[in-house]
């Protein structure tokens, strides 16, 4: 059995994310030219784009 350092640690589990058709393609057309999964490919891009989304205004309403 073989020690997995804690930040290297992976939790799986499935979640069901809707997007776009065009938005899948590129997705699966990007992975397919990287040899990558899906999975890795979206991780890699939401690493990228955090910041600018989180920088991206409340919607109306979410503020408590």
Same mark, same amino acid.
């Given at each position: 059995? @073989?020690? #997995?350092? /804690?930040k290297?640690?992976? #939790? ?15 997705? !699966?057309?990007?992975?397919?030219? !990287?040899? =990558?999964?899906h999975? *890795?490919?979206v !991780? !890699?891009a *939401?690493?990228?784009?955090?910041? @600018?989304? =989180? ?7 979410? /503020?408590?």
């Open positions: 059995l @073989t020690m #997995i350092p /804690k290297f640690e992976v #939790i799986r589990f499935k979640r069901s994310v809707y997007i776009p058709a065009d938005l899948l393609a590129e997705i !699966q057309a990007e992975s397919a030219r !990287q040899d =990558r999964s999975s *890795w490919l !991780q !890699q *939401w690493k990228i784009g955090a910041a @600018t989304v =989180r920088a991206l205004p409340d919607a109306p309403g979410d /503020k408590e």
